[in-house]
Protein backbone atom coordinates (compact mmCIF):
# COMPACT_ATOMS: atom_id res chain seq x y z
CA UNK A 1 0.00 0.00 0.00
CA UNK A 2 1.00 3.33 -0.88
CA UNK A 3 2.11 5.50 2.19
CA UNK A 4 0.50 9.12 1.54
CA UNK A 5 1.29 11.80 4.16
CA UNK A 6 -2.29 14.50 5.13
CA UNK A 7 -2.23 18.09 4.49
CA UNK A 8 -0.20 19.50 7.33
CA UNK A 9 -1.70 20.54 10.31
CA UNK A 10 -1.49 23.28 10.29
CA UNK A 11 -0.92 26.29 13.35
CA UNK A 12 -2.38 24.69 17.25
CA UNK A 13 -2.60 28.03 18.20
CA UNK A 14 -6.77 28.79 19.47
CA UNK A 15 -9.69 28.99 17.33
CA UNK A 16 -10.44 32.81 18.34
CA UNK A 17 -6.90 33.67 17.95
CA UNK A 18 -6.95 31.73 14.33
CA UNK A 19 -10.32 33.40 13.42
CA UNK A 20 -8.80 36.91 14.83
CA UNK A 21 -5.56 36.81 12.05
CA UNK A 22 -7.62 35.17 10.05
CA UNK A 23 -10.06 38.57 9.58
CA UNK A 24 -6.82 41.25 10.11
CA UNK A 25 -6.16 43.28 6.90
CA UNK A 26 -4.05 41.59 4.10
CA UNK A 27 -3.34 37.73 3.52
CA UNK A 28 -0.32 37.95 5.94
CA UNK A 29 -1.29 35.31 7.85
CA UNK A 30 -2.16 32.57 5.45
CA UNK A 31 0.46 33.63 3.28
CA UNK A 32 2.80 32.72 6.56
CA UNK A 33 1.32 29.40 6.84
CA UNK A 34 1.50 28.51 3.25
CA UNK A 35 5.31 29.23 3.41
CA UNK A 36 5.45 27.22 6.78
CA UNK A 37 3.47 24.44 6.06
CA UNK A 38 3.23 24.21 2.23
CA UNK A 39 0.30 23.50 -0.18
CA UNK A 40 -2.24 21.79 1.95
CA UNK A 41 -2.64 22.94 5.30
CA UNK A 42 -5.53 22.79 7.98
CA UNK A 43 -7.16 25.86 9.81
CA UNK A 44 -9.14 26.46 13.26
CA UNK A 45 -11.27 28.80 13.23
CA UNK A 46 -15.04 28.03 12.08
CA UNK A 47 -17.05 25.44 13.67
CA UNK A 48 -15.54 23.06 11.20
CA UNK A 49 -11.52 22.88 9.84
CA UNK A 50 -10.82 24.12 6.59
CA UNK A 51 -8.20 22.52 4.31
CA UNK A 52 -6.24 25.00 2.77
CA UNK A 53 -5.10 24.30 -0.56
CA UNK A 54 -2.68 26.24 -2.59
CA UNK A 55 -1.62 24.70 -5.80
CA UNK A 56 -3.04 24.65 -8.97
CA UNK A 57 -3.11 21.15 -9.60
CA UNK A 58 -4.64 20.19 -6.22
CA UNK A 59 -7.44 22.79 -7.16
CA UNK A 60 -7.90 21.25 -10.38
CA UNK A 61 -8.26 18.02 -8.76
CA UNK A 62 -11.46 19.39 -6.59
CA UNK A 63 -12.80 22.14 -9.36
CA UNK A 64 -12.81 18.83 -11.73
CA UNK A 65 -14.47 16.31 -9.35
CA UNK A 66 -18.26 14.50 -9.66
CA UNK A 67 -20.62 17.59 -8.29
CA UNK A 68 -22.54 14.82 -6.19
CA UNK A 69 -19.02 14.92 -4.37
CA UNK A 70 -18.32 18.34 -3.87
CA UNK A 71 -21.03 20.37 -2.58
CA UNK A 72 -20.75 24.23 -2.50
CA UNK A 73 -24.36 25.46 -1.26
CA UNK A 74 -23.90 24.27 2.01
CA UNK A 75 -21.52 26.89 2.97
CA UNK A 76 -23.97 29.50 1.72
CA UNK A 77 -26.71 28.38 4.43
CA UNK A 78 -26.27 31.58 6.22
CA UNK A 79 -27.89 33.20 3.44
CA UNK A 80 -30.72 31.35 3.03
CA UNK A 81 -33.23 33.77 4.48
CA UNK A 82 -31.93 36.40 2.21
CA UNK A 83 -31.73 34.32 -0.70
CA UNK A 84 -34.13 31.96 -0.75
CA UNK A 85 -34.03 28.06 -0.62
CA UNK A 86 -34.14 27.75 -4.35
CA UNK A 87 -30.61 30.19 -4.99
CA UNK A 88 -28.48 28.61 -7.23
CA UNK A 89 -25.85 29.67 -4.58
CA UNK A 90 -27.23 27.48 -2.14
CA UNK A 91 -28.46 24.10 -3.72
CA UNK A 92 -26.15 21.15 -4.99
CA UNK A 93 -26.74 18.16 -7.45
CA UNK A 94 -29.43 18.21 -9.84
CA UNK A 95 -31.29 21.13 -8.67
CA UNK A 96 -28.12 23.13 -8.74
CA UNK A 97 -27.07 22.12 -12.56
CA UNK A 98 -31.09 22.93 -13.53
CA UNK A 99 -31.44 26.26 -11.95
CA UNK A 100 -27.68 27.16 -13.04
CA UNK A 101 -28.80 25.87 -16.94
CA UNK A 102 -31.67 27.77 -16.84
CA UNK A 103 -29.70 31.18 -15.61
CA UNK A 104 -26.58 31.67 -18.10
CA UNK A 105 -27.49 31.98 -20.92
CA UNK A 106 -28.69 35.94 -20.35
CA UNK A 107 -24.85 36.45 -19.28
CA UNK A 108 -22.67 35.38 -22.06
CA UNK A 109 -22.40 36.25 -26.42
CA UNK A 110 -24.53 38.69 -27.90
CA UNK A 111 -27.20 39.01 -25.23
CA UNK A 112 -24.36 40.33 -22.27
CA UNK A 113 -23.04 42.13 -25.83
CA UNK A 114 -26.22 44.26 -25.47
CA UNK A 115 -25.88 45.44 -22.52
CA UNK A 116 -22.39 47.16 -23.08
CA UNK A 117 -24.26 50.36 -24.23
CA UNK A 118 -26.23 50.54 -21.01
CA UNK A 119 -23.09 49.97 -18.80
CA UNK A 120 -21.12 52.58 -20.53
CA UNK A 121 -24.18 55.49 -20.24
CA UNK A 122 -24.55 54.76 -16.39
CA UNK A 123 -20.82 54.67 -16.03
CA UNK A 124 -20.35 58.19 -17.97
CA UNK A 125 -22.89 59.76 -16.28
CA UNK A 126 -21.79 58.84 -12.92
CA UNK A 127 -17.95 60.49 -13.63
CA UNK A 128 -19.51 63.71 -14.34
CA UNK A 129 -20.59 63.26 -10.21
CA UNK A 130 -17.00 63.07 -9.33
CA UNK A 131 -16.45 66.06 -6.76
CA UNK A 132 -13.50 68.34 -8.77
CA UNK A 133 -10.88 69.77 -6.13
CA UNK A 134 -11.29 67.33 -2.83
CA UNK A 135 -10.33 63.54 -1.84
CA UNK A 136 -13.12 61.25 -1.80
CA UNK A 137 -13.83 57.43 -1.61
CA UNK A 138 -14.46 55.95 -4.80
CA UNK A 139 -16.48 53.41 -3.58
CA UNK A 140 -20.05 54.92 -2.93
CA UNK A 141 -19.79 56.01 -6.62
CA UNK A 142 -18.71 52.41 -7.75
CA UNK A 143 -21.34 50.83 -5.79
CA UNK A 144 -23.81 53.41 -7.65
CA UNK A 145 -23.11 52.25 -10.58
CA UNK A 146 -23.24 48.78 -10.19
CA UNK A 147 -26.52 49.26 -8.17
CA UNK A 148 -28.24 51.29 -11.84
CA UNK A 149 -26.37 48.70 -13.70
CA UNK A 150 -28.39 45.71 -11.80
CA UNK A 151 -31.90 48.02 -12.36
CA UNK A 152 -31.22 48.55 -15.89
CA UNK A 153 -29.68 45.43 -17.17
CA UNK A 154 -30.86 42.77 -14.65
CA UNK A 155 -34.15 43.99 -13.62
CA UNK A 156 -34.81 45.96 -16.64
CA UNK A 157 -36.96 48.26 -14.77
CA UNK A 158 -38.19 51.41 -16.61
CA UNK A 159 -36.66 55.03 -15.66
CA UNK A 160 -38.86 56.82 -13.82
CA UNK A 161 -41.38 55.54 -11.11
CA UNK A 162 -40.47 51.32 -11.15
CA UNK A 163 -36.79 51.94 -10.91
CA UNK A 164 -37.00 54.86 -7.93
CA UNK A 165 -39.73 52.03 -6.06
CA UNK A 166 -37.24 49.18 -6.38
CA UNK A 167 -34.05 51.01 -5.94
CA UNK A 168 -35.06 52.50 -2.25
CA UNK A 169 -35.57 49.21 -0.53
CA UNK A 170 -32.67 47.70 -2.90
CA UNK A 171 -30.29 50.57 -1.59
CA UNK A 172 -30.89 49.89 1.65
CA UNK A 173 -30.52 46.14 1.53
CA UNK A 174 -27.40 45.78 -0.52
CA UNK A 175 -26.06 48.55 2.00
CA UNK A 176 -26.63 46.34 5.07
CA UNK A 177 -25.33 43.05 3.39
CA UNK A 178 -22.21 45.34 2.99
CA UNK A 179 -22.15 45.77 6.46
CA UNK A 180 -19.04 44.14 8.29
CA UNK A 181 -21.20 42.62 10.67
CA UNK A 182 -24.68 41.66 8.90
CA UNK A 183 -24.43 37.93 8.61
CA UNK A 184 -23.26 37.66 12.39
CA UNK A 185 -25.93 36.75 14.02
CA UNK A 186 -26.86 34.28 11.63
CA UNK A 187 -23.30 32.95 12.06
CA UNK A 188 -23.36 32.77 15.41
CA UNK A 189 -27.09 31.51 16.20
CA UNK A 190 -27.77 29.55 12.75
CA UNK A 191 -29.65 30.79 9.86
CA UNK A 192 -33.17 29.13 11.55
CA UNK A 193 -32.77 31.06 14.58
CA UNK A 194 -36.30 33.01 14.87
CA UNK A 195 -34.27 36.51 15.95
CA UNK A 196 -31.98 36.29 13.08
CA UNK A 197 -35.11 35.51 10.43
CA UNK A 198 -36.70 38.40 11.96
CA UNK A 199 -34.42 40.84 11.70
CA UNK A 200 -33.16 40.19 8.27
CA UNK A 201 -37.07 40.43 7.30
CA UNK A 202 -36.85 43.95 8.43
CA UNK A 203 -34.86 44.96 5.52
CA UNK A 204 -35.69 41.71 3.11
CA UNK A 205 -39.37 42.06 2.63
CA UNK A 206 -39.74 45.46 1.34
CA UNK A 207 -37.24 44.06 -1.62
CA UNK A 208 -39.30 40.77 -1.84
CA UNK A 209 -42.56 42.70 -2.07
CA UNK A 210 -41.02 45.02 -4.74
CA UNK A 211 -39.42 42.21 -6.85
CA UNK A 212 -42.91 39.97 -6.88
CA UNK A 213 -44.97 43.07 -8.23
CA UNK A 214 -42.15 43.57 -10.85
CA UNK A 215 -42.52 39.66 -11.95
CA UNK A 216 -45.83 40.26 -12.04
CA UNK A 217 -46.00 43.51 -14.33
CA UNK A 218 -43.51 41.41 -16.61
CA UNK A 219 -45.46 38.35 -16.83
CA UNK A 220 -48.02 39.62 -18.24
CA UNK A 221 -46.55 42.20 -19.66
CA UNK A 222 -46.02 40.75 -23.49
CA UNK A 223 -42.93 41.46 -25.60
CA UNK A 224 -40.51 39.90 -23.61
CA UNK A 225 -39.04 38.76 -26.72
CA UNK A 226 -38.33 41.88 -27.70
CA UNK A 227 -36.78 43.31 -24.61
CA UNK A 228 -33.00 42.93 -23.43
CA UNK A 229 -32.60 43.18 -19.84
CA UNK A 230 -31.90 39.41 -17.93
CA UNK A 231 -35.39 38.81 -15.94
CA UNK A 232 -37.31 39.25 -19.09
CA UNK A 233 -35.15 36.17 -20.49
CA UNK A 234 -35.30 34.42 -17.27
CA UNK A 235 -39.00 34.37 -18.04
CA UNK A 236 -38.85 32.50 -21.17
CA UNK A 237 -36.22 30.57 -20.41
CA UNK A 238 -37.21 26.61 -20.44
CA UNK A 239 -35.34 23.39 -19.81
CA UNK A 240 -35.11 20.35 -22.02
CA UNK A 241 -39.00 19.02 -20.50
CA UNK A 242 -39.98 22.81 -21.24
CA UNK A 243 -40.08 23.84 -18.12
CA UNK A 244 -39.57 27.47 -17.13
CA UNK A 245 -38.69 29.34 -13.71
CA UNK A 246 -41.49 29.68 -11.04
CA UNK A 247 -42.15 33.17 -9.47
CA UNK A 248 -40.35 31.71 -6.11
CA UNK A 249 -37.15 30.44 -7.93
CA UNK A 250 -37.73 33.81 -10.56
CA UNK A 251 -37.62 35.84 -7.18
CA UNK A 252 -34.21 33.65 -5.14
CA UNK A 253 -32.60 33.73 -8.28
CA UNK A 254 -32.86 37.55 -9.18
CA UNK A 255 -32.10 38.26 -5.00
CA UNK A 256 -28.65 35.70 -5.40
CA UNK A 257 -28.03 37.79 -8.71
CA UNK A 258 -27.91 41.18 -6.87
CA UNK A 259 -26.41 39.79 -3.74
CA UNK A 260 -23.30 38.59 -5.79
CA UNK A 261 -23.21 40.84 -8.07
CA UNK A 262 -23.56 44.06 -6.63
CA UNK A 263 -20.73 44.39 -3.54
CA UNK A 264 -18.08 42.07 -6.00
CA UNK A 265 -18.09 44.14 -8.97
CA UNK A 266 -18.01 47.53 -7.15
CA UNK A 267 -15.09 46.11 -4.77
CA UNK A 268 -12.85 44.89 -7.52
CA UNK A 269 -13.43 48.77 -9.46
CA UNK A 270 -12.80 50.27 -6.26
CA UNK A 271 -9.30 47.98 -6.31
CA UNK A 272 -8.52 48.58 -9.53
CA UNK A 273 -8.24 52.37 -8.98
CA UNK A 274 -6.31 52.17 -5.75
CA UNK A 275 -3.79 50.08 -7.49
CA UNK A 276 -3.71 51.95 -10.98
CA UNK A 277 -3.67 55.25 -9.34
CA UNK A 278 0.02 54.10 -7.48
CA UNK A 279 0.89 52.88 -10.79
CA UNK A 280 1.63 56.00 -13.08
CA UNK A 281 2.70 54.12 -16.15
CA UNK A 282 -0.11 51.86 -16.12
CA UNK A 283 -2.77 54.27 -15.67
CA UNK A 284 -1.21 56.30 -18.22
CA UNK A 285 -1.42 53.58 -20.62
CA UNK A 286 -5.45 52.87 -19.78
CA UNK A 287 -5.79 56.64 -20.25
CA UNK A 288 -4.47 56.74 -23.19
CA UNK A 289 -6.42 53.50 -24.83
CA UNK A 290 -9.32 55.02 -23.55
CA UNK A 291 -9.22 57.93 -25.42
CA UNK A 292 -7.99 57.08 -28.50
CA UNK A 293 -10.64 54.67 -29.90
CA UNK A 294 -12.05 51.29 -29.67
CA UNK A 295 -9.22 49.34 -28.41
CA UNK A 296 -9.58 47.38 -24.72
CA UNK A 297 -6.80 45.38 -24.31
CA UNK A 298 -5.21 47.31 -21.82
CA UNK A 299 -8.00 47.91 -19.94
CA UNK A 300 -8.59 44.01 -20.06
CA UNK A 301 -5.33 43.26 -18.89
CA UNK A 302 -6.10 45.91 -16.02
CA UNK A 303 -9.22 43.79 -14.95
CA UNK A 304 -7.05 40.79 -14.69
CA UNK A 305 -4.22 41.87 -13.07
CA UNK A 306 -6.61 43.47 -10.15
CA UNK A 307 -8.47 40.43 -9.46
CA UNK A 308 -5.41 38.46 -9.71
CA UNK A 309 -3.68 40.41 -6.47
CA UNK A 310 -6.59 42.15 -5.15
CA UNK A 311 -9.15 38.73 -5.80
CA UNK A 312 -12.69 40.04 -4.26
CA UNK A 313 -12.76 37.02 -2.65
CA UNK A 314 -9.98 34.71 -0.59
CA UNK A 315 -11.01 31.34 -1.55
CA UNK A 316 -13.92 29.74 -2.36
CA UNK A 317 -15.33 26.27 -0.02
CA UNK A 318 -16.25 23.00 -1.19
CA UNK A 319 -17.66 20.29 0.96
CA UNK A 320 -17.19 16.12 1.06
CA UNK A 321 -20.26 14.14 0.20
CA UNK A 322 -18.07 10.90 -0.05
CA UNK A 323 -14.11 10.31 0.11
CA UNK A 324 -12.10 11.90 -2.30
CA UNK A 325 -8.55 11.87 -3.33
CA UNK A 326 -6.92 15.56 -3.70
CA UNK A 327 -2.80 15.38 -4.56
CA UNK A 328 -2.74 11.73 -3.52
CA UNK A 329 -4.43 12.53 0.06
CA UNK A 330 -7.85 10.56 0.67
CA UNK A 331 -10.41 13.01 2.52
CA UNK A 332 -13.04 11.75 3.93
CA UNK A 333 -16.72 12.76 3.61
CA UNK A 334 -17.25 16.00 5.70
CA UNK A 335 -14.35 17.22 4.85
CA UNK A 336 -14.16 21.18 3.93
CA UNK A 337 -11.96 21.98 1.23
CA UNK A 338 -10.62 25.51 0.49
CA UNK A 339 -8.93 26.19 -2.49
CA UNK A 340 -7.67 29.73 -1.99
CA UNK A 341 -7.59 31.90 -4.57
CA UNK A 342 -5.19 34.44 -2.82
CA UNK A 343 -2.25 31.96 -2.30
CA UNK A 344 -2.39 31.02 -5.66
CA UNK A 345 -2.43 34.20 -7.87
CA UNK A 346 0.53 35.26 -5.34
CA UNK A 347 2.67 32.17 -6.54
CA UNK A 348 6.28 33.30 -7.71
CA UNK A 349 6.38 29.90 -9.80
CA UNK A 350 3.46 31.03 -11.59
CA UNK A 351 3.35 35.36 -11.59
CA UNK A 352 7.04 36.36 -11.57
CA UNK A 353 7.62 39.50 -9.29
CA UNK A 354 3.75 38.45 -7.86
CA UNK A 355 3.14 41.41 -5.25
CA UNK A 356 3.64 43.83 -8.26
CA UNK A 357 0.66 45.33 -10.07
CA UNK A 358 1.61 44.64 -13.80
CA UNK A 359 -1.05 44.57 -16.10
CA UNK A 360 1.57 44.03 -19.06
CA UNK A 361 1.63 40.39 -17.54
CA UNK A 362 -1.26 39.61 -19.07
CA UNK A 363 -1.30 41.47 -23.07
CA UNK A 364 -1.53 38.40 -25.67
CA UNK A 365 -2.13 35.70 -22.60
CA UNK A 366 -4.92 33.91 -21.56
CA UNK A 367 -5.67 33.22 -17.72
CA UNK A 368 -5.04 29.99 -16.99
CA UNK A 369 -8.21 27.65 -16.07
CA UNK A 370 -6.70 27.18 -12.96
CA UNK A 371 -3.91 29.60 -11.98
CA UNK A 372 -6.00 32.62 -12.17
CA UNK A 373 -9.26 31.51 -10.17
CA UNK A 374 -10.96 34.93 -9.00
CA UNK A 375 -14.40 33.48 -10.00
CA UNK A 376 -13.59 30.01 -8.64
CA UNK A 377 -14.05 27.19 -10.86
CA UNK A 378 -15.85 23.90 -12.01
CA UNK A 379 -19.69 23.78 -11.84
CA UNK A 380 -19.99 26.31 -9.25
CA UNK A 381 -17.80 29.17 -10.88
CA UNK A 382 -19.03 32.73 -11.30
CA UNK A 383 -22.35 32.58 -13.51
CA UNK A 384 -21.55 36.90 -13.96
CA UNK A 385 -17.90 36.41 -14.69
CA UNK A 386 -18.48 37.42 -18.10
CA UNK A 387 -20.66 40.41 -17.54
CA UNK A 388 -18.42 41.67 -14.46
CA UNK A 389 -15.38 41.69 -16.36
CA UNK A 390 -17.70 43.54 -18.91
CA UNK A 391 -19.03 45.64 -16.80
CA UNK A 392 -15.12 46.33 -14.95
CA UNK A 393 -13.54 46.90 -18.30
CA UNK A 394 -16.55 49.70 -19.56
CA UNK A 395 -16.17 51.31 -16.00
CA UNK A 396 -12.64 51.65 -16.55
CA UNK A 397 -12.85 53.40 -19.46
CA UNK A 398 -15.42 55.58 -18.78
CA UNK A 399 -13.29 57.10 -15.62
CA UNK A 400 -9.92 57.14 -17.47
CA UNK A 401 -11.55 58.74 -20.80
CA UNK A 402 -12.87 61.71 -18.73
CA UNK A 403 -10.84 62.57 -15.62
CA UNK A 404 -6.92 61.52 -14.19
CA UNK A 405 -7.48 60.29 -11.43
CA UNK A 406 -4.29 60.74 -8.20
CA UNK A 407 -3.93 58.74 -5.11
CA UNK A 408 -4.71 59.60 -1.57
CA UNK A 409 -2.07 58.55 0.80
CA UNK A 410 -0.26 55.60 1.19
CA UNK A 411 -1.46 51.90 -0.03
CA UNK A 412 -5.13 50.38 1.37
CA UNK A 413 -4.77 47.18 3.09
CA UNK A 414 -7.24 45.05 2.61
CA UNK A 415 -10.18 44.63 4.83
CA UNK A 416 -13.01 42.16 5.09
CA UNK A 417 -16.48 44.04 4.38
CA UNK A 418 -19.19 41.16 4.16
CA UNK A 419 -17.34 38.55 2.84
CA UNK A 420 -15.54 40.28 0.21
CA UNK A 421 -11.84 41.82 0.67
CA UNK A 422 -11.81 45.23 0.31
CA UNK A 423 -9.80 48.49 0.29
CA UNK A 424 -8.95 50.20 3.82
CA UNK A 425 -10.43 53.26 2.85
CA UNK A 426 -12.63 52.61 0.05
CA UNK A 427 -10.55 53.81 -2.73
CA UNK A 428 -9.36 57.45 -2.07
CA UNK A 429 -8.51 59.57 -4.71
CA UNK A 430 -8.82 62.85 -6.05
CA UNK A 431 -9.47 64.34 -9.50
CA UNK A 432 -6.36 66.00 -11.00
CA UNK A 433 -6.96 69.73 -11.79
C1 LIG B 1 -15.73 41.01 -9.91
C2 LIG B 1 -16.93 40.55 -9.62
C3 LIG B 1 -17.22 39.14 -9.15
C4 LIG B 1 -16.41 38.25 -8.51
C5 LIG B 1 -14.96 38.43 -8.09
C6 LIG B 1 -17.21 37.03 -8.31
C7 LIG B 1 -16.71 35.88 -7.72
C8 LIG B 1 -17.46 34.73 -7.53
C9 LIG B 1 -16.96 33.52 -6.91
C10 LIG B 1 -15.53 33.32 -6.37
C11 LIG B 1 -17.98 32.63 -6.89
C12 LIG B 1 -17.94 31.21 -6.31
C13 LIG B 1 -17.39 30.25 -7.34
C14 LIG B 1 -17.05 28.89 -6.80
O1 LIG B 1 -17.55 28.48 -5.75
O2 LIG B 1 -16.26 28.20 -7.47
C15 LIG B 1 -19.13 33.24 -7.51
C16 LIG B 1 -20.35 32.64 -7.69
C17 LIG B 1 -21.45 33.24 -8.27
N1 LIG B 1 -21.50 34.52 -8.80
FE1 LIG B 1 -19.96 35.83 -8.90
N2 LIG B 1 -18.46 37.24 -8.82
C18 LIG B 1 -18.52 38.50 -9.35
C19 LIG B 1 -19.60 39.09 -9.99
C20 LIG B 1 -20.81 38.47 -10.22
C21 LIG B 1 -21.90 39.04 -10.97
C22 LIG B 1 -21.87 40.40 -11.67
C23 LIG B 1 -22.94 38.15 -10.90
C24 LIG B 1 -24.32 38.23 -11.53
C25 LIG B 1 -24.87 39.31 -11.97
C26 LIG B 1 -22.48 37.00 -10.15
C27 LIG B 1 -23.24 35.88 -9.89
C28 LIG B 1 -22.77 34.74 -9.27
C29 LIG B 1 -23.59 33.55 -9.03
C30 LIG B 1 -25.06 33.39 -9.38
C31 LIG B 1 -22.76 32.61 -8.43
C32 LIG B 1 -23.14 31.19 -7.98
C33 LIG B 1 -22.76 30.17 -9.06
C34 LIG B 1 -23.10 28.75 -8.66
O3 LIG B 1 -23.13 28.43 -7.48
O4 LIG B 1 -23.33 27.92 -9.58
N3 LIG B 1 -21.20 37.24 -9.74
N4 LIG B 1 -18.79 34.52 -7.90
Not at 220 to 226: R, T, V
Not at 263 to 282: D, G, H, N, V
Amino acid sequence: MRAVRGPAPGPRTPRAIQLARVLSPGPDYVEHLHERYGDAFVLHFESRPWTVLAHPDLIREVFTARPEIVHAGEANEILRTALGAHSVLLLDGREHLRQRRLLLPPFHGERLAAQRASMERIAAERVRRFPPGRDFALRPHMTAITLEIILETILGTDAGDERAAMAAPLTGLLEWFGGRSSLLPSVMFGPDNRFVIQHQRRVLDPVFAELERLIARRRGSGGLEDREDVLSMLLLARDEDGTGLTDAELRDQLMTLMVAGHETTATALSWAFERLTRAPAALAQLEAEARGGAQRAYAEAVCRETLRLRPVLNNVLRTLQAPLEVGGVVYPKGVVLAPSIVLVHRRGDIYPDPLAFRPERWLGVTPGTYTWIPFGGGVRRCIGASFALQEMEVVLQAVARAVHLEPVGGDESPVPRFITSAPSRGGMVRVAA
